[in-house]
């Protein structure tokens, strides 16, 4: 079982110093294992979107250690980390964040550049297929800024998928979106840890989002206060 | 992470931005087409003027000077040896100007590898007669195959042909002002008076004209043996020995040398010409410097547009890198649009400085003072578009370095959070 399990926060404390010394997290510890469709929920200051950043390798300045595919990551580079999270994390943002000068499709392909595994070809077919999965195949062509909100989110879902990632991180997913599309996401998200058995964690304020998902967990003033 | 992506990436960036781009890259143009043409103009205008005098000085110049004796008779006493002794007023002796045995020294040096060619010339003093009036005048008595070989004696001919100075007996060519003066035209026959009252009847064939009006009224020139029959002299007789080196730059030890070897007062250009070599590197240096400056500023501009286009790019750099690019992935692709833009407009650059050379080239100019030139002068040579370009490129690449930088340190967790 110990294998299962993908990522791995011990004890992870942040404070912010400026003005004055405040606490953000305070001994955070969780497990996620593979396949787990999870959400962190707290209200707005409980210090989630930072648990994320920190999960995410984006954010060092903290203590406390985090296990990724049971490899400490502390005494990584930036370049190491960056290689990490290209290779294992997805992200999917609440600004959907697609770079307006590429089209949908080279938006999806650009982190399998960076991992250069597969050639531009196969990467491309890859991508499509993503698209294609996520029903908006026929934007592949379209530049990003010429999508709607709900569009370009199923984008960034599929470029978070491209590299085959063992864990996708959300950060309010759906907080831009209608409900509609808001159910989409979530339906999308249902189906990559049920068919791809993608680890899942989700952060969001939205109640009825997180109750849907397997596992809640919710953050109050820096602690977990719910699991 | 493949060069062809970085490229990829940096492209569309640049594309986003295509107007500042293109400003930027301008800026690189217009500064490397004006390093360019201003410094080849430079360079042409310094080797115009400094052919005027250089080309027509001798890099050593053999000649006897009136100088009082080194050594005094009291010198040779031997009664006052270890004596301290201050005399007032020392004439000079009575030296002859002539070079003993001129044609051996001639001979001597014709042998030698370091020189390019030796040319011996006289100088009479006489006065031209124009009725009652006589006027001052200098005749250069010259070999005139060897001083069209080594000075280019035909560019300052102005009408006339030279090589009759050698056929005609008894020929001259005028200097211009003292042409004018007399109101001498090609064919005429004029007189001259020399220093020991004897007077010649001088056909003219010519005119000569060095650009220096003061000369032009006193110069005139002679054959040599013309010359010799003036003053009264054998037909060895011979003032001056000119030389000209293969190595300018040997000038002041070969004059040294054949000082010593010919026991002769021997000068070198460098010695008879300081103040041209310093005005050349003087305006050369000016030149440079604004050259420089061009380049620096347009290298300003490149950082001010990549400053811009990072500001503005924010969450584009803050998505590479949370999709997993590194900090040194982003400084590349800055890295790319700054050296596209340097190479880009250094090309154009080096073109339009090419075409602005041959324009300049193209513009008539005329000065009476050198017959043979008819269009502003430039030099095109290859080390200004070299310097040019790779001042341009380093320029670049630290215009662009710097925001590159900054942009590899961006942090996403601030962009993203940010919103």
Same mark, same amino acid.
């Given at each position: 079982?110990?294998?299962?399990?993908?990522?791995?926060?011990?004890?992870?404390?942040?404070?912010?110093?400026?003005?004055?010394?405040?606490d953000?997290?305070?001994?955070? $510890?969780?497990?996620? $294992?593979?396949?787990?469709?999870?959400?962190?929920?707290?209200?707005? #200051?409980?210090?989630?979107?930072?648990?994320?950043?920190?999960? $995410?390798?984006?954010?060092?300045?903290?203590?406390?250690?985090?296990?990724?595919?049971?490899?400490?990551?502390?005494s990584?580079?930036?370049?190491?980390?960056?290689?990490?999270?290209?290779?294992?994390?997805?992200?999917?943002?609440?600004?959907?964040?697609?770079?307006?000068?590429?089209?949908?499709?080279?938006?999806?392909?650009?982190? #399998?550049?960076?991992?250069?595994?597969?050639?531009?070809?196969?990467?491309?077919?890859?991508?499509?297929?993503?698209?294609?999965?996520?029903?908006?195949?026929?934007?592949?062509?379209?530049?990003?800024?010429?999508?709607?909100?709900?569009?370009?989110?199923?984008?960034?879902?599929?470029?978070?998928?491209?590299?085959?990632p063992?864990?996708?991180?959300?950060?309010?997913p759906?907080?831009?979106?209608?409900?509609?599309?808001?159910?989409?996401?979530?339906?999308?998200?249902?189906?990559?840890?049920?068919?791809?058995?993608?680890?899942?964690?989700?952060?969001?304020?939205?109640?009825?989002?997180?109750?849907?998902?397997?596992?809640?967990?919710?953050?109050?003033? #820096?602690?977990?206060?719910?699991? | 992470?493949?060069?062809?992506?970085?490229?990829?990436?940096?492209?569309?960036?640049?594309?986003?931005?295509?107007?500042?781009?293109?400003?930027?890259?301008?800026?690189?143009?217009?500064?490397?087409?004006?390093?360019?043409?201003?410094?080849?103009?430079?360079?042409?205008?310094?080797?115009?003027?400094?052919?005027?005098?250089?080309?027509?000085?001798?890099?050593?110049?053999? @000649?006897?000077?009136?100088?009082?004796?080194?050594?005094?008779?009291?010198?040779?006493?031997?009664?006052?040896?270890?004596?301290?002794?201050?005399?007032?007023?020392?004439?000079?002796?009575?030296?002859?100007?002539?070079? @003993?045995?001129a044609?051996?020294?001639?001979?001597?040096?014709?042998?030698?590898?370091?020189?390019?060619?030796?040319?011996?010339?006289?100088?009479?003093?006489?006065?031209?007669?124009?009725?009652?009036?006589?006027?001052?005048?200098?005749?250069?008595? +010259?070999?005139?195959?060897?001083?069209?070989?080594?000075?280019?004696?035909?560019?300052? +001919?102005?009408?006339?042909?030279?090589?009759?100075?050698?056929?005609i007996?008894?020929?001259?060519?005028?200097?211009?002002?003292?042409?004018?003066?007399?109101?001498?035209?090609?064919?005429?026959?004029?007189?001259?008076?020399?220093?020991?009252?004897?007077?010649?009847?001088?056909?003219?064939?010519?005119?000569?004209?060095?650009?220096i009006?003061?000369?032009?009224?006193? /110069?005139?020139?002679?054959?040599?043996?013309t010359?010799?029959?003036?003053?009264?002299?054998?037909?060895?007789?011979?003032?001056?020995?000119?030389?000209?080196?293969k190595?300018?730059? /040997?000038?002041?030890?070969?004059?040294?040398?054949?000082?010593?070897?010919?026991?002769?007062?021997?000068?070198?250009? /460098?010695?008879?010409?300081?103040?041209?070599?310093?005005?050349?590197? +003087?305006?050369?240096?000016?030149?440079?410097?604004?050259?420089?400056?061009?380049?620096?500023?347009?290298?300003?501009?490149?950082?001010?547009?990549?400053?811009?286009?990072?500001?503005?790019?924010?969450d584009?750099?803050?998505?590479?890198?949370?999709?997993?690019?590194?900090?040194?992935?982003?400084?590349?692709?800055?890295?790319?649009?700054s050296?596209?833009?340097g190479?880009?407009?250094?090309?154009?650059?080096?073109?339009?400085?090419?075409?602005?050379?041959?324009?300049i080239?193209?513009?008539?100019?005329?000065?009476?003072?050198?017959?043979?030139?008819?269009?502003?002068?430039?030099?095109?040579?290859?080390?200004? @578009?070299?310097?040019?370009?790779?001042?341009?490129?380093?320029?670049?690449?630290?215009?662009?370095?710097?925001?590159?930088?900054?942009?590899?340190?961006?942090?996403?967790?601030?962009?993203?959070?940010?919103?």
């Amino acid at each position: 079982m110990e294998n299962n399990v993908v990522l791995e926060a011990r004890s992870i404390c942040k404070s912010f110093h400026d003005p004055v010394r405040i606490d953000v997290l305070k001994d955070v $510890s969780f497990k996620l $294992s593979r396949g787990e469709y999870a959400s962190i929920i707290g209200r707005s #200051g409980s210090g989630k979107s930072t648990l994320l950043y920190i999960l $995410s390798t984006m954010d060092t300045d903290y203590t406390g250690e985090l296990f990724l595919d049971n490899v400490s990551i502390r005494s990584k580079s930036e370049k190491q980390l960056a290689a990490i999270r290209n290779e294992k994390i997805g992200f999917v943002f609440q600004f959907h964040y697609l770079l307006n000068e590429f089209t949908a499709l080279k938006n999806v392909m650009l982190p #399998g550049f960076k991992l250069n595994k597969l050639s531009e070809a196969e990467l491309e077919h890859n991508a499509y297929e993503f698209l294609k999965d996520l029903g908006i195949e026929k934007l592949a062509h379209k530049m990003a800024y010429q999508l709607s909100g709900g569009e370009k989110q199923r984008v960034a879902i599929a470029r978070a998928m491209i590299n085959d990632p063992l864990i996708i991180m959300c950060d309010e997913p759906t907080g831009n979106l209608d409900s509609k599309n808001a159910d989409i996401v979530f339906n999308i998200f249902k189906e990559l840890t049920e068919t791809f058995n993608k680890t899942l964690l989700v952060v969001t304020h939205d109640l009825d989002f997180a109750e849907k998902t397997e596992r809640i967990i919710e953050l109050d003033d #820096g602690r977990i206060v719910g699991d | 992470m493949k060069v062809k992506h970085i490229t990829e990436i940096a492209g569309a960036l640049m594309l986003a931005r295509w107007k500042q781009t293109l400003v930027a890259a301008i800026g690189v143009t217009f500064s490397i087409a004006f390093f360019i043409s201003l410094l080849g103009f430079m360079e042409g205008l310094n080797e115009l003027l400094d052919g005027m005098v250089l080309n027509r000085t001798p890099h050593v110049r053999l @000649y006897n000077d009136i100088l009082p004796s080194k050594l005094q008779p009291i010198d040779l006493s031997k009664e006052y040896k270890n004596h301290h002794n201050f005399i007032s007023s020392v004439k000079p002796t009575n030296t002859r100007k002539e070079i @003993y045995n001129a044609q051996q020294i001639i001979n001597k040096l014709n042998k030698d590898e370091r020189v390019l060619g030796v040319a011996p010339k006289i100088t009479a003093q006489v006065f031209y007669n124009l009725g009652n009036i006589d006027l001052n005048g200098i005749i250069n008595g +010259v070999d005139t195959e060897q001083e069209e070989k080594l000075f280019s004696f035909s560019d300052y +001919v102005i009408g006339g042909n030279y090589k009759e100075l050698k056929i005609i007996p008894n020929s001259i060519i005028l200097g211009k002002g003292a042409a004018e003066i007399m109101m001498a035209k090609i064919g005429d026959i004029i007189t001259v008076t020399s220093t020991e009252g004897e007077q010649f009847s001088l056909k003219v064939i010519g005119f000569f004209q060095s650009g220096i009006a003061e000369i032009d009224k006193v /110069q005139s020139y002679a054959n040599l043996s013309t010359t010799q029959k003036i003053l009264g002299e054998s037909s060895n007789y011979i003032s001056d020995i000119q030389i000209k080196l293969k190595d300018i730059d /040997q000038a002041p030890a070969l004059a040294r040398e054949y000082g010593n070897f010919f026991k002769i007062d021997a000068e070198d250009i /460098q010695t008879a010409n300081a103040q041209f070599e310093t005005g050349s590197s +003087v305006r050369s240096i000016i030149s440079y410097a604004v050259g420089i400056t061009l380049l620096i500023v347009s290298g300003f501009g490149i950082y001010n547009i990549l400053n811009m286009l990072i500001y503005e790019k924010m969450d584009t750099i803050a998505i590479l890198k949370a999709t997993g690019f590194a900090g040194a992935d982003v400084k590349k692709i800055f890295l790319t649009i700054s050296m596209s833009i340097g190479i880009a407009g250094a090309l154009a650059g080096l073109l339009f400085g090419f075409l602005l050379s041959l324009v300049i080239d193209a513009i008539p100019f005329h000065t009476t003072s050198l017959p043979t030139v008819t269009t502003y002068p430039i030099n095109y040579g290859i080390q200004y @578009y070299s310097i040019a370009a790779i001042f341009a490129l380093a320029t670049t690449y630290l215009a662009g370095w710097l925001p590159a930088r900054k942009a590899s340190k961006v942090d996403p967790v601030l962009i993203i959070r940010g919103k």
